[in-house]
């Protein structure tokens, strides 16, 4: 078991000075409380403002991920294109999000959060500006590809200031309120982005997004405090850090990482691609829900996102032995409802049905958080950004696996009529596939981790 170098036992465990020996001097005095303040996080109200500065850049970056969710139509229609097109934006956006994890990583724990969420901030406002310009497929793909790019730079931060701040006790728990709160850039998307989308129009719309990024920047610059005062430097001095090469090697060769990894695989990746662009076709060209009724549903998946988030903190912030049984119960209802759906007669599942998997799939991205829990309490604290950017890849790499695939398939299968409700029944089929792989990566890995 690695322990966190930040830990208040390891702190308790150090003796203080001793005599030389042979000297008549009196033994040392135990170890002053001031030094076991000063090697722990302390939490407090200090911890929740410097988290809910660096949390504001993480809401920002999930409305700037998920705005394609609710403009895929607007998007096809602007640019002419079909469904395996639209599906390459958020592919790119989200591939260029999982390749950044390892090197966002390193970048945190060699330069500290600070400046990582500060780069972040510039490359989404300046991806989502160009795609608001962009004249054609061309740019605006590339423009996706920087908001990527810029949205990769922002949990694994937000994830080092809890860890500097907050108590190892309370991570678990803080880093499901990150996700709950970030869940808000996802209903800000859903209930207001829309609406302004079809207001406003497309530019103006995707201008003003990248305008608040000027806002937050100037926030996070003036207030964040990444660690609190006189607190330990995290990392060896400079000569002593690792290379990054062994650094990756280390963080790979922990089973915890790679079980984080599958964790986050598997269940992130349903919710994802759903909210992230097939959500709104599916409901409007496969289940004839109008546009107003299928953003009142995706709202529903925010929401449930948000409860799950408060339910699993709790849960694990009481025991970690949690994480697995919450890992295959959300595995098992996702594939259950998915299939139940799937294999519905007609192709047309009934309302109630729908809104259970909306309901269901709102675990989802909670329950990815156990894998990032399992990377940082298997991790010591110096490699601790890079451990998250590995196993942060995971649920990203299965969202685009699912993107490409459902949209391959519905080009491929789709007649005449265009896509109808059969053909999105067997293109979501496909989902089952990664499903599949997820849990026979999670089940081997199970075994060689040494706790719950």
């Not at 958020?90 to 330069?111: E, H, K, N, T």
């Not at 793909?141 to 937000?158: K, N, Q, Y």
């Not at 005062?229 to 995290?234: L, N, Y």
């Not at 598997?266 to 109008?290: C, I, K, M, R």
Request: hydrophobic content about 50%; glycine content about 12%; some cysteine.
């Amino acid at each position: 078991m690695t322990v966190d170098p930040a830990s208040p036992a390891r702190a308790a465990s150090v003796p203080g000075p001793r005599p030389p020996q042979g000297s008549s001097a009196a033994p040392a005095a135990p170890a002053s409380p001031v030094l076991a303040v000063e090697t722990g996080p302390p939490g407090g109200r200090s911890a929740w403002a410097a988290w809910s500065i660096a949390v504001s850049v993480y809401v920002l970056a999930v409305m700037h991920r998920t705005s394609l969710g609710v403009a895929g139509l607007d998007a096809a229609q602007r640019f002419g294109i079909n469904a395996s097109a639209l599906a390459t934006f958020s592919i790119l956006q989200v591939l260029v999000y999982a390749a950044m994890q390892i090197p966002v990583g390193l970048l945190v724990d060699r330069f500290g959060p600070k400046r990582v969420l500060l780069t972040g901030v510039l490359l989404l406002s300046a991806g989502q500006l160009a795609f608001a310009l962009s004249p054609g497929f061309g740019p605006a793909l590339v423009s996706r590809a920087v908001l990527g790019c810029g949205d990769a730079m922002t949990f694994i931060s937000v994830l080092r200031v809890v860890a500097r701040w907050f108590p190892a006790g309370r991570n678990a728990l803080v880093a499901q309120l990150t996700g709950l709160v970030g869940t808000g850039g996802n209903l800000i998307t859903t209930v207001v982005i829309a609406q302004a989308l079809h207001a406003q129009g497309w530019t103006p719309t995707f201008g003003t997004m990248a305008g608040i990024g000027l806002l937050v920047f100037a926030v996070v610059a003036l207030l964040l405090r990444e660690a609190p005062a006189g607190a330990p430097a995290p990392a060896p001095a400079a000569p002593r850090r690792l290379p990054v090469r062994q650094q990756v090697r280390d963080a790979w060769r922990e089973p915890g990482t790679r079980l984080g990894m599958a964790v986050h695989f598997t269940t992130a990746f349903p919710g994802a691609a759903f909210s992230l662009l097939w959500g709104l076709p599916y409901l409007v060209e496969g289940q004839g829900v109008t546009r107003a009724e299928a953003g009142g549903l995706l709202t529903l998946l925010v929401l449930a996102n948000m409860a799950f988030g408060l339910v699993f903190g709790r849960m694990l912030m009481r025991s970690a032995r949690a994480r697995m049984p919450i890992t295959l119960a959300v595995i098992a209802t996702t594939t259950a409802g998915w299939t139940l759906a799937l294999a519905w007669p007609g192709a047309h599942p009934p309302l109630w049905l729908l809104v259970l998997i909306l309901l269901v799939m709102g675990s989802n991205g909670p329950a990815s958080l156990v894998g990032l829990d399992y990377a940082r309490s298997h991790n010591p604290l110096e490699r601790l950004g890079t451990a998250t950017g590995i196993a942060n890849m995971g649920g990203f790499i299965g969202t685009v696996i699912t993107l490409l695939g459902v949209g391959v398939l519905l080009d491929t299968l789709s007649g005449p009529g265009g896509y109808t409700a059969e053909t999105y029944r067997w293109a979501f089929c496909w989902m089952l596939l990664p499903m599949a792989g997820g849990v026979i990566a999670i089940l081997r890995l199970r075994g060689k981790v040494g706790r719950p």
